[in-house]
Each structure stands twice: as structure tokens, then as C-alpha cells.
């Protein structure tokens, strides 16, 4: 089946540093790139929605110049946490919507963020 | 607004053992419902799905009912493997308005043979 590469799989970084998580989508074209976290013991929450050549659409409360989100292809998409804090410590989920053939939506196997 | 409620984990089985994990949302409307699954290592994969009451989605074994009036889309199991351990997502998604996924917080589940 369709899958969706995200790298890496596990960061550590210091304070106010950047971090880069890429999600390829390796056998398919996505037309849209969903980006989730998820806090411990919580929710996985939707982030933003990405289309291929247009700017992110961010939930309410995701800080958009916080979370840069790059579509620039159908195959790849980018979440960059800028200046990372210990309160960004989080689960990333990236995910990759196809509507040829009916709407299918493929996940990548997370990100684990940990910001000291 | 919309909300997933799942039961806490972990929970943790022996082979052939009877699985129930709880579900309750928080929708307006009538959204359809979705169970998610993440084996280690690998992405949510899409395990079964109900989109409207009374409805019973299936899939390897695992089936849930729509029940509108307990607002409810508990997963069942008759007899769990060692290989059903994973982590499992309960989601919901309304047909109006914004079409995302709002999840529950995930239940890990593991199986011992």
C-alpha cells in the first residue's frame, strides 16, 4: 500500500534551536499534507493543512510563524519547530490526503521531539 | 466543539482474551466515526469505519457499532493476538462545515502470548 515516509523518527535538541520533520509520500501524489502533535496523555490535534504550492491554513492557537509548513512539491512536505522550546517536547504526525479513486488519507510513523 | 474520549491505557491482555476499548464523542451533528491503528514503527493505518447510527464497522476480527444514543464507538475483539498489539486511535470527522479528524488520545494495547 501507499506509504509515507517521516524523518527522523526521534530528535533531541537544545533550546532555541530549529528542527526540521520531512514527510515524503513515496508511491503517490498528496494534494494535501495534514500536520498533528500530540502532548502526552492527550489528544492527537490537528496543526495545519497544507496544499501543494499554497500557504498552510493553521488551527486556532498553533503559532503559524512558529511552525513553518513547506508544500513546495506533491511529495514532500516540511514542518520546521523555529526556536524550539522545552514546552514543544511533542509527537508529530504527518499525514497525506489522495482523492483519486475515492479519499484516502495515509500517516507517516511520527516524529518524537525533544527539546532540553 | 468536537471531541474523542478513549479509554486509558495501557492495557495489557493474554492471548485469546475478549478486548473492548471505549469510545464517547462530542459532536454536533452526525459525524462518521473512524478506528485508526499504529503498529510500532509504522504510520495510523485506517482499521474500520461507521458513518452513520447503527451502523457496525469490521476489519480483521475488531467491529464497532455507531450508537447514536450512547454517543458511543467501542471496539471489540472476540480474541485478541499477539499480533493486534499496537496502539489504537479513536476518530471522528463531520460531513459539514471542517472535514478534519478530531481523535481520542490513543490506547496502547499489548498482547502476551
Known amino acids: 500500500g501507499a506509504v509515507v515516509s517521516q524523518h527522523p523518527s526521534w530528535v533531541i535538541c537544545k533550546s532555541g534551536t530549529s528542527v526540521k520533520i520531512e514527510c515524503r509520500s513515496l508511491?503517490?501524489?498528496?494534494?494535501?499534507m495534514f500536520w498533528y502533535r500530540q502532548f502526552p496523555k492527550q489528544s492527537l490535534m490537528l496543526m495545519a493543512t497544507s496544499n501543494e504550492g499554497s500557504k498552510a491554513t493553521y488551527e486556532q492557537g498553533v503559532e503559524k510563524d512558529k511552525f513553518l509548513i513547506n508544500h513546495a512539491s506533491l511529495t514532500l512536505s516540511t514542518l520546521t519547530v523555529t526556536s524550539a522550546h522545552p514546552e514543544d517536547s511533542s509527537f508529530y504526525i504527518c499525514s497525506a490526503r489522495v482523492l483519486s479513486g475515492g479519499e484516502k488519507l495515509f500517516f507517516g510513523s511520527g516524529t518524537q521531539l525533544s527539546v532540553l | 466543539g468536537d471531541s474523542v474520549t478513549q479509554m486509558e491505557g495501557p492495557v495489557t491482555l493474554s492471548e485469546e482474551a475478549f478486548l473492548t476499548i471505549n469510545c464517547t464523542y462530542t459532536a454536533t451533528g452526525y459525524p462518521s466515526l473512524f478506528w485508526y491503528v499504529q503498529y510500532p514503527g509504522e504510520g495510523l493505518q485506517l482499521l474500520l469505519k461507521a458513518t452513520k447510527a447503527d451502523d457496525k464497522g469490521s476489519n480483521k476480527g475488531f467491529e464497532a457499532t455507531y450508537r447514536k444514543e450512547t454517543t458511543s464507538f467501542h471496539l471489540e475483539k472476540g480474541s485478541v493476538q499477539v499480533s493486534d498489539s499496537a496502539v489504537y486511535f479513536c476518530a471522528l470527522r463531520r460531513l459539514e462545515g471542517a472535514q478534519k479528524l478530531v481523535f481520542g488520545q490513543g490506547t496502547r494495547l499489548t498482547i502476551n502470548p
Open positions: 508511491d503517490f501524489q498528496a494534494t494535501t
